[in-house]
Nanobody, 123 residues
Framework: QVQLVESGGGLVQTGGSLRLSCAASGRAFSTYAMGWFRQAPGKEREFVAA???????TYATSVKGRFTVSRDNAKNTVYLQMNSLKPEDTAVYSCAADMTYNLNANANAYNYWGQGTQVTVSS
């Protein structure tokens, strides 16, 4: 069993930055991949970024060059640094754990989810 808790969301102006954190507890953190997803009101959940235990990453096209996913295995924490934020980035952001160690953009591949944190970007 893995428990995930996100933090760091909030309200920011267009062009601003936020850093989200996701703290994990339970099984060996470095052995599994972590993903970030987001869901805006009235929209489907969408993939944002993912990172393997060894640091390999992948990003959605919409955030590439603006967002950076990283992890600190010693602290059992994954981060999402979000820069140059736009109003269309407004959503609830959730982290998820994929026990298969793969980089997956498909939410169905993830076994455990956090409760989510709200990010609002004002224009």
């Amino acid at each position: 069993q893995v428990q995930l808790v996100e933090s760091g969301g909030g309200l920011v102006q267009t062009g601003g930055s936020l850093r989200l954190s996701c703290a994990a507890s339970g099984r060996a953190f470095s052995t599994y991949a972590m993903g970030w997803f987001r869901q805006a009101p009235g929209k489907e959940r969408e993939f944002v970024a993912a990172i393997r235990g060894n640091g390999g990453t992948t990003y959605a096209t919409s955030v590439k060059g603006r967002f950076t996913v990283s992890r600190d295995n010693a602290k059992n924490t994954v981060y999402l640094q979000m820069n140059s934020l736009k109003p269309e980035d407004t959503a609830v952001y959730s982290c998820a754990a994929d026990m298969t160690y793969n980089l997956n953009a498909n939410a169905n591949a993830y076994n455990y989810w956090g409760q989510g944190t709200q990010v609002t970007v004002s224009s």
